[in-house]
């Protein structure tokens, strides 16, 4: 139904800063919550941003005043911009979308909760 490609993971040193991309595709009607989250090895998934369609922005303490989320509405996509990236920031990224997509009659919409692929972000020291 709804499609997420994240883009932007690599490799960087401590100090440095990567920009992720995730855009959403398919028979979207609306996309409301948009986030991103982490899972490093050993650890489970964890909550790093969120924003609204009204843009209302959440982060985890972990990242405030070192991560920036955004969203483009035009292009159904998502930014995290990290800067000042630690190795404990090391993890898989994952976007995460929810919304409204085109379904069959006589409703004519449903409710999707579509995951991307994941994106691996890795911070040297």
């Known amino acids: 139904q709804v499609q997420l490609v994240e883009s932007g993971g690599g490799l960087v040193q401590a100090g440095g800063s990567l920009r992720l991309s995730c855009a959403a595709s398919?028979?979207?009607?609306?996309?409301?919550?948009m986030a991103w989250h982490r899972q490093a090895p050993g650890k489970q998934r964890e909550l790093v941003a969120s924003i609204t369609s009204s843009g209302r922005t959440n982060y985890a303490d972990s990242v405030k005043g070192r991560f920036t989320i955004s969203r483009d509405n035009a292009k159904n996509t998502v930014y995290l911009q990290m800067n000042s990236l630690k190795p404990e920031d090391s993890a898989v990224y994952y976007c995460?979308?929810?919304?409204?997509?085109?379904?069959?009659?006589?409703?004519?919409?449903?409710?999707?909760?579509?995951w991307g692929q994941g994106t691996q972000v890795t911070v040297s020291s």
């Open positions: 995460n979308a929810r919304g409204l997509v085109r379904g069959p009659a006589p409703a004519g919409w449903g409710r999707y909760d579509s």
């Open positions: 398919g028979s979207i009607l609306s996309i409301n919550d």
